[in-house]
């Protein structure tokens, strides 16, 4: 949506000036210059929203703006990162309530995935608190009610978890998480860390499980000039009934098969 206006404003700019001049030069320069001035434009709105956000203040509550910033630019960086985003199953995906949803994780750009597939999920993404150090990113992040986990430290680890289940509770945002705990080098999907399930279990939403295949192609791909596919599958969304009494190491180990069963056997881990 967002580069489309983008190419179409800088279309009719290129088209006005060429018919004004008559000079055929004009309008492939005038594009490009538009072009890159529109994006410009739009970053300078990023770093602006950089600037007023104090990291030292909590966020409650959910940011509608950098909702809407988000919901607009993460379309648009990936065509730009020249990646296709297959999606299938979405069809699946609960359109009332809050939920949590676990995926695979292969590299850094997951989480934009997620939010350029389902925009209006208001998702809230449990990061690595590494994140924190990142510029824009540790910023802006917060403002959407992601939470940040140690994961070195269980105790660290367990109030980032009672903050996700507070959040859900009073209906502030649906929690995303990949329960691999890091991002998988060797593009196995690797055990989980079973805590995470206790937000669907004291909280009683849907579990909404997704698969994403080769993000870590996307880099490389740009490198080469070339496109690069993704794949993002919503494979099955667990009921609460279907889960209740199941132990978190159960409901972990049901998450996974049911992953697996989607990405086919040659993904599982073996130690």
Not at 53 to 74: C, M, N, Q, W
Request: charged share 20%; aromatic share 8%; hydrophobic share 45%.
């Amino acid at each position: 949506m967002l580069l489309n206006l983008i190419y179409l404003l800088s279309a009719l700019v290129g088209l006005g000036l060429w018919l004004l001049t008559d000079a055929l030069w004009v309008l492939p320069v005038a594009f490009v210059g538009c072009f890159l001035l529109s994006l410009l434009v739009c970053f300078l709105v990023v770093l602006y929203e950089v600037k007023r956000s104090d990291p030292t203040v909590e966020h409650t509550t959910d940011d509608p703006f950098i909702r809407g910033i988000v919901k607009l630019y993460a379309p648009a960086v990936f065509r730009l990162l020249g990646c296709k985003i297959h999606v299938r199953g979405a069809e699946l995906m609960p359109t009332e309530g809050r939920f949590l949803l676990v995926s695979n994780h292969l590299q850094d750009l997951d989480p934009g995935v997620i939010l350029a597939t389902f925009p209006n999920a208001q998702l809230g993404f449990i990061a690595k608190k590494e994140v924190l150090q990142m510029p824009i990113l540790n910023r802006l992040m917060p403002r959407l009610l992601c939470q940040f986990v140690n994961r070195e430290n269980d105790r660290e680890a367990l109030k980032t978890i009672l903050k996700c289940i507070q959040i859900i509770k009073e209906d502030k945002a649906s929690i995303a998480v990949f329960p691999e705990g890091y991002t998988s080098k060797d593009n196995k999907l690797h055990h989980f860390r079973s805590g995470v399930f206790k937000i669907a279990q004291k909280t009683g939403v849907p579990i909404v499980v997704c698969t994403i295949q080769n993000t870590r192609q996307i880099f490389k791909d740009l490198k080469k000039l070339r496109f690069t596919d993704v794949h993002l599958h919503l494979v099955d969304v667990i009921q609460p009934e279907q889960y209740k009494g199941m132990t978190t190491v159960a409901l972990s180990d049901l998450v996974y098969e049911k992953m697996i069963g989607d990405l086919g056997e040659s993904f599982r881990y073996a130690e």
